[in-house]
């Protein structure tokens, strides 16, 4: 559990600095990077009926700098209007900390930039937004109007990265939907571990008997290359061989489409060359 440290502030994590400053950009380097903005202070305002729902009113610390906190109300508003920063439909989450407690909360922005920017016409340190969230919970504490934001060990914070919900709505529903069994390369997704270890096999459709990829169409003319079946190693080389003699793939493309024809699962990096004018 995170609680904010005493002392130099010279040696706080990134996450600390960023609590402590009122909210930020939080971003890594490297392989699994992570960026995402972070918003403090977070605090119950009213909920309200919307048409198919309730959504709950959450007063968060405005952004540190900028026009977010601009001496003009107007300036701050036009900021809101036009800043791509908590927009319409994004998934967003609620994190409340408290001693040896974290919970998360899940939802999506339902106020608009025009809405956002009307609260921060009236205080230049706060915002104010309205958010559907998932979980009956939180909607219960907010009619309650419990505390969320207390002192430095019972706190929330607000996360958004930009994420359209619309956009990931089609692959949940069907994660909730489908049988565990049915979904496709579930034996890679839930696999733990090193993949390296993980064999991958040939594509189902090309273990029907009798299968062949015709690669003829890939020939220059006057040449042939042999169809390609992929359960068959001496096939295999002998595709990689006439691809590399008989099309104007070059060796590095060869090996990425015969990979990919050969495996169920592939990733090929690449760029396409336009020929001079």
């Not at 971003?27 to 903005?37: A, E």
């Not at 921060?120 to 969320?148: G, V, W, Y």
Request: with cysteine.
């Amino acid at each position: 559990m995170w609680a904010p440290r005493a002392g130099s502030r010279e040696h706080a994590t990134t996450l600390e600095k960023l609590l402590s400053s009122k909210g930020g950009a939080y971003k890594t380097s490297g392989l699994n990077s992570v960026f995402f903005h972070l918003y403090t202070g977070a605090l119950f305002a009213p909920v309200k009926a919307e048409r198919r729902n309730f959504t709950v009113g959450v007063l968060l610390d405005a952004p540190p700098a900028g026009a977010a906190r601009d001496q003009s109300g107007k300036r701050r508003a036009e900021y809101w209007e036009h800043s791509k920063r908590l927009q319409h439909g994004s998934l967003v989450a609620l994190i409340l900390i408290s001693p040896g407690q974290l919970r998360v909360f899940l939802g999506t922005i339902i106020s608009m930039g025009g809405d956002i920017g009307e609260s921060a016409k009236a205080d230049a340190k706060t915002i104010q937004l309205r958010i559907s969230f998932f979980d009956a919970e939180i909607e219960l504490m907010a009619l309650r109007r419990e505390p969320i934001s207390i002192n430095n060990s019972t706190y929330a914070v607000l996360l958004d990265n930009n994420i359209m919900f619309e956009s990931l709505r089609p692959f949940l529903r069907a994660l909730q939907d489908v049988e565990p069994t049915s979904i496709p390369f579930s034996d890679i997704i839930s696999h733990s571990g090193n993949l390296h270890s993980l064999p991958v096999g040939v594509p189902r459709y090309t273990r029907v008997p009798g299968f062949r990829y015709d690669l003829q169409c890939l020939a220059r003319r006057g040449t042939n290359i042999s169809s390609l079946d992929v359960n068959n190693v001496t096939s295999v080389a002998l595709a990689r061989q006439e691809l590399m003699r008989s099309s104007d793939l070059d060796p590095s493309q060869v090996n990425a489409m015969v990979d990919a024809f050969t495996r169920e699962v592939s990733l090929i990096q690449g760029c396409v060359l336009r020929p001079p004018l």
